[in-house]
């Protein structure tokens, strides 16, 4: 069932070509959103079905635009977010040692630069099962998780951290006030892009944020996703693919400015953007680098964008002919990583069970459960380990470095990986 669609589309009449154009309105700065690449229906990247289930599943279409004021890029629809983050959202954090090291890396930064004051507070947004505030509560810093998602958040109070179950907005943010005072760290990781009413966030920022306080957020980096074809950073949960002069222009709606980018490898290609208050602190060379960069790149021009959506589809093409062949041969294929990102792939592609037997994931809660649209089993690990299979789809490639190394027998028993960014290879 449908119960949201932003989006208007137009029909016109192009010589004898009867065209339909989408467009919405910049979530940022109201002006006219431009749509350059259409996933088609999709349904929520991590609502993992039990295979009991009869009840309809929800689709919504999965389109992305760009502002053509602020440049901003964004989904055309946006997905109620009750529907997303609730009590059995099945996400963790800290199934990755990769992401745990890299989180507890920025736990410590903060606590040597930032939390040095009498009384230092953090607050994290989307802290998830508190893979960095682990690291802040065990220091005995005062600190605060606001996360909706009831199930993980039970996590992260059981590692010892202070949690507030609910969405940040304004309206938090005026509460969390009240109780704690101001912040000297706001900081949230892989979740202010989630936040389609990202003003209100902003707001919150504004009111909550101490006077010499930076506001600290990491997200995939547009400019990743467009070099390495990475189609898949896009599902109904990820809103906005910030850049830094998207991040720019957003902030100095708020009094807000942008002092620092570092750019990550983590997630495939990340960047973290500090915010402070406007004229609080110096603007690093970080900026005027990534800036420069990324005007060179033309990251949001017409041409780059369209050159984008023809190499998504030429992945499309290629992945499910190879697929389709490896099926025609009779191989044993399966996939690793029942991924939020999997979902786009694997609707996109059209691929299910007559293609890929199951998905190998480690996440309790998405075990014996089929992935979303696509209906494929996920099992836990310890089926995969005992099968041999000839091919493994690499769906988590995010973590390519480190699941590869803990699953070296596949190759050593002469099976191949497949990988689909930036293009479609076996090996
Ligand atoms: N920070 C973690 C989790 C990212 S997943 C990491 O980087 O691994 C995104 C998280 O954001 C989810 O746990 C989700 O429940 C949470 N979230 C979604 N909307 C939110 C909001 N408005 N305020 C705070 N958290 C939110
Ligand atoms: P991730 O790529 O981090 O995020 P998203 O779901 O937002 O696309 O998800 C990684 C998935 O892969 C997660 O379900 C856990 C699983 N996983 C394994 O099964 N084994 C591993 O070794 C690792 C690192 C992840």
Not at 157 to 170: I, S
Not at 394 to 409: K, P, T
Request: net charge negative; glycine share 8%; aromatic share 8%.
């Amino acid at each position: 069932m449908r119960d949201t669609f932003l989006s208007h589309v137009r029909v016109f009449e192009k010589g004898t070509i009867t065209v339909m154009e989408s467009t919405t309105t910049c979530r940022i700065c109201s002006s006219r959103v431009r749509e350059f690449v259409d996933f088609g229906e999709q349904p929520l990247s991590d609502a993992f079905r039990d295979p009991a289930a009869t009840d309809e599943e929800y689709f919504f279409r999965l389109a992305v635009g760009v502002c053509e004021e602020c440049t901003m890029v964004q989904l055309m629809e946006e997905v109620p977010r009750e529907r997303m983050f609730h009590e059995d959202y099945p996400y963790l954090s800290s199934g990755s040692s990769v992401m745990r090291a890299h989180f507890s890396g920025l736990a410590r930064r903060f606590l040597d630069t930032e939390l040095t004051g009498d009384d230092p507070f953090i607050v994290e947004l989307g802290c998830n099962d508190g893979i960095m505030l682990g690291t802040v509560a065990e220091a005995g810093v005062r600190h605060l998780g606001v996360e909706p998602s009831g199930g993980v958040a039970d996590r992260a109070a059981a590692k010892g951290v202070r949690v507030r179950k609910d969405f940040f907005e304004a309206g938090t943010a005026a509460s969390v006030l009240a109780e704690d005072g101001r912040a000297d760290v706001i900081y949230a990781a892989n979740t202010l892009c989630h936040i389609p009413y990202i003003g209100s966030v902003l707001e919150g920022v504004d009111a909550l944020l101490a006077e010499n306080g930076v506001f600290v957020f990491e997200d995939p980096y547009w400019a990743e996703i467009v070099r390495r074809n990475s189609f898949d950073q896009i599902y109904d949960e990820h809103f906005y693919f910030f850049t830094a002069h998207s991040v720019q222009a957003m902030a100095s709606r708020y009094g807000l400015e942008l002092v620092d980018v570092e750019l990550l490898p983590v997630h495939g290609g990340e960047a973290r953007y500090t915010l402070a208050r406007a004229g609080s602190r110096p603007v690093g060379a970080s900026v005027t680098r990534t800036l420069r960069a990324e005007q060179e790149s033309r990251l949001t021009d017409e041409a780059t964008l369209t050159g984008f959506a023809t190499r998504v589809r030429a992945i499309r093409d290629d992945l499910l002919e190879l697929l389709q062949g490896l099926a025609k041969e009779g191989r044993k294929v399966v996939g690793y990583g029942a991924t939020a990102k999997s979902a786009t792939v694997l609707n996109y592609c059209g691929i299910g069970p007559d293609l890929i037997e199951y998905i190998a994931d480690t996440t309790p809660a998405k075990q014996g459960r089929l992935t979303p649209g696509s209906h494929i089993p996920v099992v836990p690990h310890e089926r995969f380990a005992a099968d041999r299979p000839d091919h493994v789809l690499l769906l988590a490639w995010n973590h390519a470095e480190e699941i590869m190394a803990n699953e070296r027998g596949v190759r050593e028993s002469g099976g191949a990986w497949i990988q689909y960014v930036p293009r479609v290879e076996v090996g």
